[in-house]
């Protein structure tokens, strides 16, 4: 768990926020089924599969699967710089995820993607957590492919 109490808190109040605005029906299916945070980042460990929705510039909604890496309570993706949803999420930041697994968990996430630059403060520590799970060779991290944090407005938790 690389979470910090306060990003931990701060999940706690998303998932509380995005519930109690989500629709009759959403609450209806979740109630009694979610997850607290503290659950969520020790049940979201290493990869996990997303399946990612982008927006084309004609409006029209593209979902690809991605490499999801739950880390300070939000999602980390990556994608080729040529990939059509890098793209995309250059023009329109605005990205919805889905992690599946089976009937017994869902999380869904809406929010903004943002590019986790090699220049940046918090790139150091996504490198070597992605060093660590691909290899150390595995990519030219900073030319070939282009990393995300989906930055959340809006998270649920589906729990069976």
Same mark, same amino acid.
């Given at each position: 768990?690389?979470?910090?109490?306060?990003?931990?808190?701060?999940?706690?109040? %998303?998932?509380? #926020? &995005? /519930?109690? $605005?989500? =629709?009759?029906?959403?609450?209806?299916?979740?109630? *009694?089924?979610?997850?607290?945070?503290?659950? /969520?980042?020790?049940? /979201?460990? !290493?990869?996990?599969? %997303? +399946? %990612? &929705?982008?927006?084309?510039?004609?409006?029209?909604? $593209?979902?690809?699967?991605?490499? *999801?890496?739950?880390?300070? !309570?939000? @999602?980390?993706?990556? =994608?080729?710089?040529?990939?059509?949803? #890098?793209?995309?999420? #250059? +023009? $329109?930041?605005? +990205?919805?995820?889905?992690?599946?697994? !089976?009937?017994?968990? !869902?999380?869904?996430?809406? *929010?903004?993607?943002?590019?986790?630059?090699?220049?940046?403060?918090? @790139?150091?520590?996504?490198?070597?957590? %992605?060093?660590?799970?691909? *290899?150390?060779?595995?990519?030219? @991290?900073?030319?070939?492919?282009?990393?995300?944090? /989906?930055?959340?407005?809006?998270?649920?938790?589906? #729990?069976?």
């Amino acid at each position: 768990m690389r979470e910090t109490p306060e990003e931990l808190a701060a999940l706690q109040d %998303l998932l509380d #926020a &995005s /519930l109690a $605005r989500s =629709t009759a029906h959403l609450r209806s299916i979740v109630a *009694g089924r979610t997850m607290t945070a503290a659950d /969520l980042v020790a049940t /979201l460990t !290493g990869m996990c599969t %997303l +399946a %990612l &929705s982008t927006v084309t510039a004609s409006g029209e909604p $593209r979902i690809s699967g991605v490499d *999801g890496h739950f880390l300070h !309570g939000r @999602w980390h993706f990556g =994608t080729a710089r040529t990939a059509a949803k #890098a793209r995309h999420l #250059a +023009a $329109r930041p605005a +990205a919805s995820a889905a992690h599946m697994r !089976g009937e017994e968990l !869902g999380v869904f996430t809406h *929010g903004t993607a943002e590019e986790v630059k090699p220049s940046g403060e918090d @790139w150091p520590e996504l490198l070597e957590y %992605l060093r660590e799970h691909y *290899g150390k060779d595995a990519f030219d @991290w900073e030319n070939e492919v282009v990393y995300y944090r /989906l930055r959340p407005h809006w998270m649920t938790v589906y #729990a069976a």
